[in-house]
């Protein structure tokens, strides 16, 4: 049974930082394109950074613009996305994705910044 599980979201003030985990299961973790995307309410969603399968090559949005730094562990089939100078319009529900042959979702982690 396939399962991504994310965690680490939750309520930090501008500027802080927050460091979501994203467990995977279920499949051969190491052969998959990860990656982060975001959902805002009244928005679509939207990708956020994204790493191959190796770890070798990352990519990101343009908004993150040097705040964000994904990574993973294949040892530990997970990933992570360490976010940093977190602002308002961060605020949004994060999902984890396992691409390869088939697209895989996690539930999503609740990530909200306000003063």
């Known amino acids: 049974q396939v399962q991504l599980v994310e965690s680490g979201g939750g309520w930090v003030q501008p500027g802080g930082s927050l460091r979501l985990s994203c467990a995977a299961s279920?499949?051969?973790?190491?052969?998959?394109?990860m990656s982060w995307y975001r959902q805002a309410p009244g928005k679509g969603r939207e990708l956020v950074a994204r790493?191959?399968?190796?770890?070798?090559?990352?990519d990101y949005a343009d908004f993150v613009n040097g705040r964000f730094t994904i990574s993973r562990d294949n040892a530990k089939n997970t990933v992570y996305l360490q976010m940093n100078s977190l602002r308002p319009e961060d605020t949004a529900v994060y999902y984890c994705?396992?691409?390869?042959?088939?697209?895989?979702w996690g539930q999503g982690t609740q990530v909200t910044i306000s003063s």
């Open positions: 994705n396992a691409r390869y042959y088939y697209s895989y």
């Open positions: 279920g499949f051969r973790f190491s052969s998959y394109t």
């Open positions: 790493i191959s399968s190796a770890g070798g090559s990352e």
